[in-house]
């Protein structure tokens, strides 16, 4: 994927980084990321693989109820279902 795509991917989730983080994708642009961001940004755009873990470890549920209501926050529709 390219970087321009990734970051207009990652930046329907602004306001919410901005009311829990006080940070948005284009304060992140360009920097090293810190250890948790990194983790955050996995956590808001998982991969294939990262999902299928996550249903294998059961940790799926919990992390489909948090994703839905980042989304409430930022306005946006799931799009993530469960195969």
């Given at each position: 994927m390219?970087?321009?795509t990734?970051i207009?991917?990652m930046?329907?989730y602004?306001k919410?980084?901005?009311e829990?983080?006080?940070?948005?994708?284009?304060k992140?642009k360009?920097?090293p990321l810190?250890?948790w961001?990194?983790?955050?940004?996995?956590?808001?755009?998982?991969?294939?693989?990262?999902?299928?873990?996550?249903?294998e470890?059961d940790?799926f549920?919990?992390w489909h109820?948090?994703?839905s209501?980042?989304?409430?926050?930022?306005?946006?529709?799931?799009?993530?279902?469960?195969?």
């Open positions: 390219h970087s321009d990734y207009s991917i930046e329907q602004d919410f980084l901005m829990t983080y006080n940070i948005t994708i284009q992140l360009g920097k810190m250890v961001q990194v983790d955050l940004l996995r956590r808001l755009n998982p991969t294939d693989f990262e999902l299928t873990t996550m249903k470890l940790e549920y919990a109820e948090w994703i209501k980042v989304l409430l926050r930022c306005k946006v529709q799931p799009v993530v279902t469960e195969d």
